[in-house]
């Protein structure tokens, strides 16, 4: 799985603390960073039987250097856990407002018919305050028979630098029976504010129709190879 992730707007405090389950003290020889960025500190260097230790680390990645992840490396005197690793990603820092992210549970399995729903998520950071900046995303599918219809838009609480993430729900559907068998679109939705940045998500169709279409016909009585008829 990938390090969590944190908003940009550095420098970023991360606080990670330690356990020691043994029964010996441990101590910390060394702390490493996988980036000049990042500055890592260690308190208390020993760590009794039980105790802990704190890894704080501060880390400073200027606007347009783009996503990192940072990992912190620290060397113990433990024959059992000589060293420890922490993960850290930093996304990167984009001027507001901007587009986020595109996501969502897109895939359709088994017996997919006309109006099948699933919910998709486009997430913006703009500012905060009826003056701020105002704009819906319109995401769109290269797939024919699946539209996308906007359903409403929910807001978080302001942050430090006053801006606000809003999540905006729309509807992927089904406006007739896809084919059956594996068929893979994109959705994409472009940045309102920033002309030529998109953002995508996939959307994965795996369509049997087999057992419901065979049930019907058992079901019928009318079926292949007989007739009706009206005589007495």
Request: proline letters at 10%; hydrophobic letters at 30%; aromatic letters at 4%.
């Amino acid at each position: 799985m990938p390090p969590p992730a944190d908003a940009v707007g550095g420098p970023r405090l991360y606080r990670a603390t330690l356990r020691n389950t043994g029964g010996r003290p441990v101590k910390i020889r060394a702390v490493e960073a996988s980036c000049g960025c990042a500055r890592p500190t260690v308190s208390p260097t020993t760590g009794p039987p039980g105790g802990h230790a704190f890894v704080e680390t501060t880390i400073v990645r200027p606007a347009g250097s783009g996503t990192v992840d940072v990992a912190i490396t620290l060397h113990t005197d433990s024959p059992m856990r000589p060293t420890l690793r922490l993960a850290h990603r930093v996304l990167e820092k984009r001027r507001v407002p901007h587009l986020a992210r595109i996501g969502g549970v897109l895939p359709f399995q088994d017996d997919v018919r006309r109006g099948a729903t699933r919910d998709l998520y486009v997430t913006t950071v703009e500012p905060s305050g009826e003056t701020g900046a105002r704009a819906v995303p319109r995401p769109r599918c290269d797939l024919p028979y699946l539209e996308i219809a906007y359903v409403t838009t929910s807001n978080s609480d302001p942050t430090e630098d006053g801006s606000i993430v809003r999540t905006h729900r729309d509807l992927l559907r089904a406006t007739e029976d896809p084919p059956e068998g594996t068929t893979v679109g994109e959705v994409s939705v472009e940045d309102p504010w920033n002309t030529g940045r998109v953002e995508t998500t996939h959307v994965i169709l795996q369509v049997r129709r087999g057992e419901r279409d065979a049930v019907a016909a058992r079901a019928s009585p009318f079926r292949s190879g007989a007739s009706a008829s009206n005589a007495p």
